[in-house]
């Protein structure tokens, strides 16, 4: 089973496990020296040499089967930001973010079929036409207790409500499905997420 780790500078984070006949890789990998794992393409060749506009996604998934069908996840862990900021402006952001990465993942998974780079063979067929999916996997932290009304979880159910539609209906242009999950009510279906804190 694939398991790929989500961490922040203080060592927490979420796995993700990916059934046995999936490949995942992490897009966004930076070297481990210690590991002697050197970075993934696109740390290595997409952001070489001062190019620093394209933006990744975090994980790159090809699912088995046929037709072709890939996954771009991105994962943010925000249980740690400040439970009074402005989550509609946070939101925009994340919007923004995810769009950018998309199409910088798409770029870069060309890049990566046209030079023939072999640890994203599997996923580095555009030219195949898969299907793709894309995923933001969200994790936000509690309201307060003197935030907590009923009116004011509503609201933050809206916000997220408005952020999947949002980019549900900019993804639908583009033809590529949009799925918005964390840990409690939008559970994956196809793989599991565990909390490493």
């Known amino acids: ?29 930076d070297a481990e020296p210690r590991y002697n794992e ?17 933006r990744g996604m975090d994980i790159v998934c090809r699912l088995p089967g ?14 740690e930001r400040a439970p009074d900021a402005n989550v509609a402006v946070r939101h925009e952001e994340l919007r923004q973010t995810v769009l950018r990465k998309t199409m910088g993942t798409l770029a870069g998974l060309l890049l990566a079929e046209r030079l023939g780079d072999g640890s994203l063979k599997p ?42 539609q949002k980019l549900t209906a900019k993804l639908h242009q583009w033809g590529i499905p949009f799925f918005l999950y964390d840990l409690d009510k939008r559970k994956p279906v196809l793989w599991r997420v565990r909390d490493l804190a």
Do not use: H
């Open 1 to 29: 089973m694939p398991t790929i780790e989500e961490k922040n500078k203080a060592g927490k984070g979420l796995a993700f496990d990916f059934p046995s006949d999936w490949y995942a890789v992490k897009y966004d990998q």
């Open 38 to 54: 050197p970075a993934g393409f696109y740390r290595s060749v997409i952001l070489s040499e001062g190019v620093q506009q394209v």
């Open 66 to 79: 046929q037709p072709v069908r890939l996954q771009l996840i991105e994962v943010k862990d925000e249980r």
């Open 123 to 164: 996923m580095a067929c555009l030219s195949r036409q898969p299907l793709i999916e894309v995923v933001l996997f969200l994790e936000e932290p509690e309201l307060l207790p003197q935030r907590s009304t009923p009116l004011r979880k509503s609201t933050e159910k809206d916000r997220k409500n408005i952020l999947d």
